[in-house]
């Protein structure tokens, strides 16, 4: 069974610029979460989805990040106009209906300077 | 924030040395999960253990709840080189449609061959 796939798995932007992460999902999980972890930290959460519908963004900045998954497999997080403060790891997991267990991708390293 | 500051940071130990990690949480969750993270990859869950067990083992890892003082444990008997990682405990945050973890800062793990 493949895993979550994530890509790209690294980007170097200048500040104000644009960035957009991939996300494929484990085959049939109808439940997907972006996450952010800083460095030296916890993932938190950023987002997430059931099926194509969002159940929570209420943690995305939404006046520079948006996020969609819209035929409720593949996603995108997408960042608009990038600051320093958003460097750091963008972690999508995938999950089966209410099952606890929650399976990560490798994450995409982000480095705004 | 969900969790306490309990979590130890940091552990160096030898191989073959028995290794254990804690964690206390604020608010009530049904479910404590441990999630390993090894450099440059997703965290993958290990352990998963609810409200009603005192105690859960997978081989080599045993994982405590104590509901009572809102803690949890992880310990790692035998430990490996391939077990050099960052260790989290995670709640589920009982959003409506799913459960999105809230994680803790993690406990860096360094095991010496």
């Known amino acids: 069974e493949a895993g979550v796939t994530q890509s790209p798995r690294y980007a170097v932007l200048q500040e104000g610029q644009a960035v957009s992460f991939w996300c494929d999902p484990i085959?049939?999980?109808?439940?997907l979460y972006w996450y952010q972890q800083p460095r030296d930290q916890g993932p938190q959460l950023l987002v997430y989805?059931?099926?194509?519908?969002?159940?929570?963004n209420s943690q995305l900045p939404s006046d520079r990040f948006s996020a969609v998954r819209p035929k409720g497999t593949n996603s995108t997080l997408k960042i608009q106009s990038a600051k320093q403060g958003d460097t750091a790891t963008y972690l999508c997991?995938?999950?089966?209906?209410?099952?606890?267990?929650?399976?990560f991708g490798p994450g995409t390293r982000l480095l705004v300077l | 924030s969900q969790w306490g500051e309990e979590n130890l940071q940091a552990l160096s130990i030898q191989e073959g040395e028995d290794v254990t990690m804690n964690c206390s949480y604020k608010?009530?969750?049904?479910?404590v999960q441990w999630y390993r993270q090894k450099s440059g990859k997703g965290p993958a869950q290990l352990i998963l253990?609810?409200?009603?067990?005192r105690e859960k083992r997978s081989g080599r890892l045993r994982a405590t709840l104590d509901t009572s003082s809102q803690s949890s444990s992880l310990s790692i008997t035998g430990t490996l080189a391939t077990d050099t990682a960052v260790y989290f405990c995670?709640?589920?945050?009982?959003?409506?449609?799913?459960?999105?973890?809230?994680f803790g800062t993690g406990t860096t793990v360094s095991v010496s061959p």
């Open positions: 997991a995938s999950s089966l209906g209410y099952q606890d267990t929650q399976y």
């Open positions: 085959s049939g999980h109808d439940t």
């Open positions: 989805f059931r099926d194509e519908a969002v159940i929570d």
């Open positions: 608010t009530y969750t049904t479910v």
């Open positions: 253990i609810r409200s009603n067990e």
């Open positions: 995670a709640t589920d945050s009982s959003y409506q449609g799913g459960r999105a973890l809230i």
